[in-house]
């Protein structure tokens, strides 16, 4: 976990299947202004799967729960919360379990429905490959395409270098389990549709796996919601596009709390 910044707190939790590094690049110009707190969720990146002997059964609440003691050993009341995909979906899971602890809410390249049986059975097939075996190999080369837009899989090779690392760093287990965690998340469109908390929708205008589209549908629910899309940037905005993400949440955050 990286805490930088004083003032508003703004928890950011990342992506799958990479861990908080994606976050390097606007953690700086956010911490100019707001406290910024990036954790590595659990079974990713430097946090580990179990708690003791033994792990949780995959379910996102289990995360959620990491991230409320989280708040609370930080002495964090209430915070504004950011997501981006999977950490999108992890912050609804927080919003669901404790909304008084959620000031508001960042969801970056996420989605409120669950999967459907199609994605359920590629997530479940992909976390029995990952425990057989291992993740080397196979799994970046599978989720590029997918994780970044166009423009930085074609001009930007700094990026595809950075979002490569980043997968190959995951442990197989983590990747195992958050698949499966992510496959058995309930639908959260009446979660949204009652929260009153303001809420920015950040969609990248390459994303393929979460388009334009689905982010207007995703803000359409949320009653106090604004929506960005960024341009030239596909569904990792904060690796991609780091200046154009930094400053949507920025402008939104000052002109919503300020």
């Known amino acids: 976990m990286i805490d930088n910044g004083i003032g508003r707190a703004l928890v950011l ?28 969720q659990r079974g990713l990146g430097r946090t580990p799967l179990a708690d003791g002997a033994e792990h949780p059964p995959p379910d996102l609440d289990a995360v959620a729960g990491d991230v409320l003691r989280l708040l609370d050993d930080l002495g964090l009341e209430r915070a504004v919360l950011g997501g981006c995909s999977m950490g999108g979906y992890v912050a609804m899971a927080v919003l669901r379990r404790a909304p008084e602890r959620v000031a508001g809410l960042v969801l970056a ?38 994780l970044l837009g166009v423009t930085s899989r074609d001009e930007r090779p700094e990026v595809v270098a950075t979002v490569r690392s980043l997968v190959e760093r995951q442990p197989a287990s983590g990747v195992a389990w958050a698949q499966r965690a992510m496959a058995a998340r309930p639908d959260s469109s009446d979660l949204l549709r009652a929260t009153r908390v303001p809420a920015l929708v950040l969609a990248g205008a390459e994303d393929r796996l979460m388009p334009p589209e689905v982010a207007r549908g995703l803000a359409d629910l949320l009653p106090n919601s604004e929506l960005a899309v960024l341009p030239r940037s596909g569904h990792l905005a904060p690796v ?18 300020d």
Not at 13 to 40: I, K, Q, S
Request: charged fraction near 25%; hydrophobic fraction near 50%.
């Open 13 to 40: 939790l990342h992506a799958f299947p990479v861990d908080a590094g994606m976050w390097d690049a606007v953690r700086a110009p956010l911490a100019e202004h707001v406290r910024v707190v990036t954790p590595d």
């Open 109 to 146: 390249s996420t989605r409120a429905s669950a999967d459907g049986e199609e994605q359920r059975a590629t997530r479940l097939a992909a976390a029995a490959r990952a425990e057989a075996d291992g993740t080397a190999g196979w799994l970046a080369d599978a989720m590029l395409p997918n």
């Open 240 to 257: 991609e596009t780091p200046d154009a993400f930094s400053a949507s949440v920025l402008d939104w955050l000052a002109r919503t709390f």
